[in-house]
């Protein structure tokens, strides 16, 4: 039993010291920690651009094969509009 409180008593106090170190740290979390994010948010806006561009190309490869025509980003988007408009349609109560 003796051992049990001993183990106890040690975590509460880790805990405490861990938790009053936090609140007297005069900086932000991310400093005491030493953590920045690993890529930045313009950096990931510009990833998902790449995406988008190179998943346009390889499918308009794939209809240049089958003899369609080529998808824009004008059309992609209308579909993306129509498709949305859809959705909402299907939500709503009737």
């Known amino acids: 039993m003796l051992l049990l409180l001993g183990t106890v008593a040690v975590?509460?106090?880790i805990v405490g010291v861990?938790?009053?170190?936090?609140?007297?740290?005069?900086?932000?979390?991310?400093?005491?920690?030493?953590?920045?994010?690993?890529?930045?948010?313009?950096?990931?806006?510009?990833?998902?651009?790449?995406?988008?561009?190179?998943?346009?190309?390889?499918?308009?490869?794939?209809?240049?094969?089958r003899g369609a025509s080529e998808l824009t980003e004008a059309d992609i988007e209308a579909r993306v509009r129509e498709d949305e408009t859809w959705k909402a349609r299907m939500r709503r109560p009737g």
């Open 18 to 65: 861990i938790v009053v170190v936090g609140h007297a740290y005069p900086g932000t979390d991310a400093e005491l920690l030493d953590w920045s994010p690993t890529r930045s948010p313009a950096v990931e806006v510009q990833n998902e651009l790449d995406d988008v561009r190179q998943m346009l190309e390889a499918q308009n490869e794939m209809r240049r094969r």
């Open 11 to 13: 975590l509460v106090f």
